[in-house]
């Protein structure tokens, strides 16, 4: 019953800024930790950003400055804010989150159905 749902992407123009919202609802009894991954034709998945419940977080090299991560526990949401977008960061990006859905449950990963970005002029 756990969804991921993200919104905010969108076209923007080179420099522009985009800020990413993952929203997790459902049967969630613990996130270990949640991260923004992203996904251009042709390439895989790579990781972007994440955090872990712990409040550790890390950035792929090429968006460190530029992108941040943050969440808003209560509501069980991550944002990315995107600043100074280039092209070469278009791509879908996924919301994942690593959870327990019981107390006793396993531990899974859940991922959000994806958000179009595209960064062009």
């Known amino acids: 019953q756990v969804q991921l749902v993200e919104s905010g992407g969108g076209l923007v123009q080179p420099g522009g800024s985009l800020r990413l919202s993952c929203a997790a609802s459902?049967?969630?009894?613990?996130?270990?930790?949640m991260a923004w991954y992203r996904q251009a034709p042709g390439k895989q998945r790579e990781l972007v950003a994440g955090?872990?419940?712990?409040?550790?977080?890390n950035y792929a090299d090429s968006v460190k400055g530029r992108f941040t991560i943050s969440r808003d526990n209560p509501k069980n949401t991550v944002y990315l804010q995107m600043n100074s977008l280039k092209a070469e960061d278009t791509a879908v990006y996924y919301c994942n989150a690593y959870l327990r859905t019981t107390v006793v449950g396993s531990r899974s990963d859940y991922w959000g159905q994806g958000t179009q970005v595209t960064v062009s002029s």
């Open positions: 459902g049967s969630i009894f613990h996130i270990y930790a």
């Open positions: 955090f872990t419940s712990g409040g550790s977080t």
